[in-house]
């Protein structure tokens, strides 16, 4: 509950400072990054009031999912890892907004580092979470056999916590080392993981429909 309420108090700050910043804004900011790390798209400066007010509907959403989903009593049973992992959505979103802003206003920073980190360091606390998630309709892994079965659902959940530790490793090392390979690499072993996320799923399925 204490996440939930600092998230929003963030949320507003980050809103009413995002307001006062505006007005010593370039007429254009850099609005996306390639993954070199360098700006591949801009737009006018009253998009920074857009990305600021983001967080804000986040927040705003994952606070709404628990009251609407049929799932909603196992809510109860993760709700200290839901709110975490809320949370650092929310501030994810509020760190990137501001990352623009500094950019925009001259400060220099190195985007192509930053960004990997903070997505990578993202990845590791999901994953840290995830084994937590109980069954639902809105967040965590869900396939058609992890939506079948609550046990296919935990023992998958808890396959993919490690799954998304790993992955938040690799992005952050795509980040640090900054070559072609590193990028093309942990890609590729995203992906692999990320699919595997899916067989391992349909695997304990058809283990659990054959007993």
């Given amino acids: 509950m204490k996440k939930n309420r600092l ?3 963030l949320c507003i700050i980050s809103f009413v400072g995002t307001i006062i910043a505006y007005f010593y804004l370039p007429d254009v900011i850099p609005i996306h990054w390639g993954i070199d790390g360098k700006v591949d798209n801009t737009g006018p400066k009253y998009m920074s009031i857009i990305l600021s007010l983001i967080p804000l509907a986040i927040y705003l959403l994952m606070n709404t ?3 609407i989903d049929p799932k909603r009593e196992n809510y109860r049973k993760h709700s200290r890892a839901y709110n975490i992992f809320s949370f650092y959505i929310v ?3 509020i760190i ?3 990352l623009t802003i500094l950019f925009a206003l001259g400060v220099k920073i190195d985007i192509g580092l930053l960004i990997p980190i903070l997505v990578g360091i993202l990845f590791i606390i999901i994953g840290n979470y995830m084994p937590q998630f109980r069954h639902n309709y809105f967040i965590g892994i869900r396939t058609p056999w992890t939506l079948a079965d609550d046990n296919i659902w935990k023992k998958t959940h808890f396959y993919g916590g ?3 530790i790993i992955i938040g490793i690799l992005v ?3 980040g640090i080392i900054s070559k072609p390979f590193m990028l093309y690499l942990g890609m590729i072993i995203s992906v692999i993981l ?3 996320l899916f067989v391992y799923s349909y695997v304990i399925y058809k283990k659990t429909i054959t007993k």
Wanted: charged residues 5%; positive net charge.
């Fill in 7 to 9: 998230a929003l108090i």
């Fill in 65 to 67: 999912l628990p009251r």
């Fill in 91 to 93: 501030l994810f979103l």
């Fill in 96 to 98: 990137i907004n501001w």
């Fill in 162 to 164: 490690y799954v998304f």
């Fill in 172 to 174: 952050m090392l795509m």
């Fill in 194 to 196: 990320i699919l595997s």
